[in-house]
């Protein structure tokens, strides 16, 4: 597996609304999506910087997965993105090196890339998200 770029960096918060004109001052940028990702239980708000974009998760369910996060850890850096080409292929090749999938099959993510994560208890505990955009490849 070769990463082409950092996709995005995933920062869970407890309000989108809250959390945009924040990044806005800060980056210097606009928000320039917001998306809801109903099985993953959460609302998304995208900026891009450069190649690399900043996702900012707020969880719908304290039950899901970004929600239990926040509950755990507070709020923060969630997870890192890689931009791959062949994700299945990406995926068959991690899990033959001995790291531990949560995805063993690429599902629907935000702005349609298809996603898969490794669990950190194998990647020095950062939750590792691979991505790949049908679209083009990456």
């Known amino acids: 597996m070769k990463p082409t770029h950092i996709e995005h960096i995933g920062i869970a918060v407890n309000k989108l609304d809250e959390a945009i004109p924040y ?8 928000c320039y999506a917001i998306e809801e990702v109903a ?4 609302r998304t708000a ?3 910087i450069g190649q690399t974009k900043i996702e900012l998760l707020e969880s ?3 039950e899901g997965p970004v929600g239990k996060f926040i509950e755990k ?5 969630h997870h890192i993105a890689f931009a791959v080409n062949g994700l299945e292929e990406s995926i068959q090749e991690v899990k033959s090196n001995g790291i531990r999938l949560i995805d063993e ?3 629907k993510g935000a702005e349609g890339l298809h996603i898969a994560f490794l669990h950190p208890k194998s990647t020095f505990g950062v939750l590792t998200e691979l991505c ?3 679209n083009t490849g990456k």
């Open 73 to 77: 850890k507070g709020e923060g850096i």
């Open 23 to 30: 990044y806005e001052k800060l980056l210097g940028t606009t």
């Open 39 to 42: 099985d993953q239980k959460v």
């Open 46 to 48: 995208f900026f891009k």
């Open 105 to 107: 099959q690429p599902r």
């Open 132 to 134: 790949e955009d049908k």
């Open 60 to 62: 719908l369910d304290p």
